[in-house]
């Protein structure tokens, strides 16, 4: 081994050493949904159940005509605005960090019409730091180095809080490569723990099954803190349904959401009860 590969190589022991004699609290919650109790050594304690936790990152997978965006949509409101009238118990935990929202797929019209959506459900809320981009027109592999270049060099040191890349499957050049989706579920793993954030991003579902779209989607599920699944309610047709299909912790109760009349997601209860035909 060459000196320069034993520099590296005692520089990443001084990065990856854990100490188990160390104190590591629990990971800071970005976005959160109802409380649960646990009980430590030191008592009960309540914490916040986590979409996502700083540091992290999550996904959404879900079949075409689900309302994913929509759902991306209520999700930054609640981040930007700590909570709002349309989140119920989703609460954000910003602390004064920024929101930097990326679209892959879709034109300016229809990418600014989904940004004005967070603004317009917080209209009451100076909402800071949100920063949007659409990147239909780029290339897969220059929105990895955009989305890094941004992170790195145009937000303040610390002040990265969530970020949003909807969708991640623009980011390689086929979902089924197996060295690009390997390199794109590292990116994430990089960027949520050197910037200290949460990374939400958005995948679709396999035709007919549950499964995220290819080896990219196989990737992800090994590596996500939450994996997030949508689906059209099976009672009513009007709402989706919010299941947390994985969690590295606790995981959050099923919810549901609609669009309403003026085209905001909003929760409209937890579990829907068939039964009942309301939801309770």
């Given at each position: 081994?060459?000196?320069?590969?034993?520099?590296?190589?005692?520089?990443?022991?001084?990065?990856c050493?854990?100490?188990?004699?160390?104190?590591?609290?629990?990971?800071?919650?970005?976005?959160?949904?109802?409380?649960?109790?646990?009980?430590?050594?030191?008592?009960?304690?309540?914490?916040?159940?986590?979409?996502?936790t700083?540091?992290?990152?999550?996904?959404?997978?879900?079949?075409?005509?689900?309302?994913?965006?929509?759902?991306?949509?209520?999700?930054?409101?609640?981040?930007?605005?700590?909570?709002?009238?349309?989140?119920?118990?989703?609460?954000?935990?910003?602390?004064?960090?920024?929101?930097?929202?990326?679209?892959?797929?879709?034109?300016?019209?229809?990418?600014?019409?989904?940004f004005?959506?967070?603004?317009?459900?917080?209209?009451?809320?100076?909402?800071?730091?949100y920063?949007?981009?659409?990147?239909?027109?780029?290339?897969?592999?220059?929105?990895?180095?955009?989305?890094?270049?941004?992170?790195?060099?145009?937000i303040?040191?610390?002040?990265?809080?969530?970020?949003?890349?909807?969708g991640?499957?623009?980011?390689?050049?086929?979902?089924?490569?197996?060295?690009q989706?390997?390199?794109?579920?590292?990116?994430?793993?990089?960027?949520?723990?050197?910037?200290?954030?949460?990374?939400?991003?958005?995948?679709?579902?396999?035709?007919?099954?549950?499964?995220?779209?290819?080896?990219?989607?196989?990737?992800?599920?090994?590596?996500?803190?939450?994996?997030?699944?949508?689906?059209?309610?099976?009672?009513?047709?009007?709402?989706?349904?919010?299941?947390?299909?994985?969690?590295?912790?606790?995981?959050?109760?099923?919810?549901?959401?609609?669009v309403?009349?003026?085209?905001?997601?909003?929760?409209?209860?937890?579990l829907?009860?068939?039964?009942?035909?309301?939801?309770?």
């Open positions: 081994m060459t000196e320069e590969q034993k520099m590296f190589m005692q520089l990443l022991e001084e990065e050493v854990i100490n188990t004699n160390d104190i590591v609290e629990y990971p800071p919650v970005a976005i959160s949904m109802g409380e649960t109790t646990i009980q430590t050594l030191k008592g009960s304690k309540t914490l916040p159940i986590p979409l996502g700083y540091g992290n990152f999550s996904f959404v997978q879900a079949p075409p005509k689900t309302k994913k965006t929509f759902f991306i949509s209520l999700l930054a409101s609640v981040y930007l605005g700590n909570k709002n009238k349309f989140g119920g118990e989703l609460r954000g935990h910003r602390n004064n960090k920024c929101l930097i929202h990326f679209d892959t797929e879709q034109g300016k019209f229809h990418a600014q019409r989904v004005r959506r967070v603004v317009d459900m917080n209209q009451e809320t100076d909402l800071g730091c920063h949007t981009f659409g990147l239909r027109t780029v290339g897969f592999k220059h929105r990895v180095e955009f989305i890094e270049y941004y992170l790195k060099e145009k303040e040191e610390g002040k990265v809080g969530l970020v949003v890349i909807d991640i499957a623009d980011l390689v050049a086929d979902v089924n490569n197996l060295e989706s390997n390199h794109i579920a590292q990116k994430l793993m990089e960027w949520s723990q050197k910037f200290n954030c949460h990374i939400i991003t958005v995948i679709h579902s396999n035709f007919g099954t549950d499964k995220p779209t290819g080896h990219l989607g196989s990737f992800l599920e090994k590596k996500t803190e939450t994996q997030i699944q949508l689906e059209t309610n099976t009672v009513n047709k009007d709402w989706i349904t919010v299941k947390c299909k994985r969690s590295r912790g606790y995981a959050f109760k099923t919810f549901s959401f609609k309403n009349d003026i085209g905001l997601p909003e929760i409209v209860g937890d829907y009860n068939p039964l009942k035909g309301v939801s309770f």
